[in-house]
T-cell receptor, first 113, second 112 residues
Framework: SQKIEQNSEALNIQEGKTATLTCNYT??????LQWYRQDPGRGPVFLLL?????KEKRKERLKVTFDTTLKQSLFHITASQPADSATYLC????????????FGQGTTLQVKP | EAGVAQSPRYKIIEKRQSVAFWCNPI?????LYWYQQILGQGPKLLIQ????????DSQLPKDRFSAERLKGVDSTLKIQPAKLEDSAVYLC??????????FGPGTRLTVL
């Protein structure tokens, strides 16, 4: 069956450390994968998109990798801050560029000062 | 640029009652999506509109849910009759064709 899975347990790290979140998928061949941030009581906010022919993408303190062989994406936040505390969702378009997104269940990150 | 607007923000109803949610997308965005997000889960796509036509409604429970997008702008999502398992946050998102989706704040529905 088709699945997209993220770490269901919350990730707790100390301020200044690097947070690494994992997204694994099975039985999909996505052309790209996206990462979103969601704060309590708010809708998801787009962060980064990485295409199947890109190994790595960076935006300020954020870095995303995409391994189509392992069917896995890693999302890194370097020099983490308490303000980075939120739920992070990965999503993929199973039909390639129709806009239809399948989301993982999200991983909650808590950065402690 | 104004974001995606949704109303109401919160709604509490009894099971078997009906409820409607409204969404106003970002100006110029032809594509509109409705998602259902149950607590602890990621958003699940219910229906996708391109202008005022339906692109995908394969996961919409059509026996009780309906949605329309008149004139290709605002959209309403209706549930009639509601069940306990419909308790969730209903998110509306919009995008230009093939572009990033922008989400509204959502409507939190509680069915008692």
């Amino acid at each position: 069956s088709q699945k997209i899975e993220q770490n269901s347990e919350a990730l707790n790290i100390q301020e200044g450390k690097t947070a690494t979140l994992t997204c694994n998928y099975t039985n999909y061949s996505p052309a790209y994968l996206q990462w979103y941030r969601q704060d309590p009581g708010r809708g998801p906010v787009f962060l980064l998109l990485i295409r199947e022919n890109e190994k790595e993408k960076r935006k300020e303190r954020l870095k995303v990798t995409f391994d189509t062989t392992l069917k896995q994406s890693l999302f890194h936040i370097t020099a983490s801050q308490p303000a980075d505390s939120a739920t992070y969702l990965c999503a993929l378009d199973p039909t390639s560029n129709t806009g239809k997104l399948i989301f993982g269940q999200g991983t909650t990150l808590q950065v402690k000062p | 640029e104004a974001g995606v607007a949704q109303s109401p923000r919160y709604k509490i109803i009894e099971k078997r009652q009906s409820v409607a949610f409204w969404c106003n997308p970002i100006s110029g965005h032809a594509t509109l999506y409705w998602y259902q997000q149950i607590l602890g889960q990621g958003p699940k796509l219910l229906i996708q509109f391109q202008n005022n036509g339906v692109v995908d409604d394969s996961q919409l429970p059509k026996d009780r849910f309906s949605a329309e997008r008149l004139k290709g702008v605002d959209s309403t999502l209706k549930i009639q009759p509601a069940k306990l398992e419909d308790s969730a946050v209903y998110l509306c998102a919009s995008s230009r064709l093939g572009d990033t989706q922008y989400f509204g704040p959502g409507t939190r529905l509680t069915v008692l």
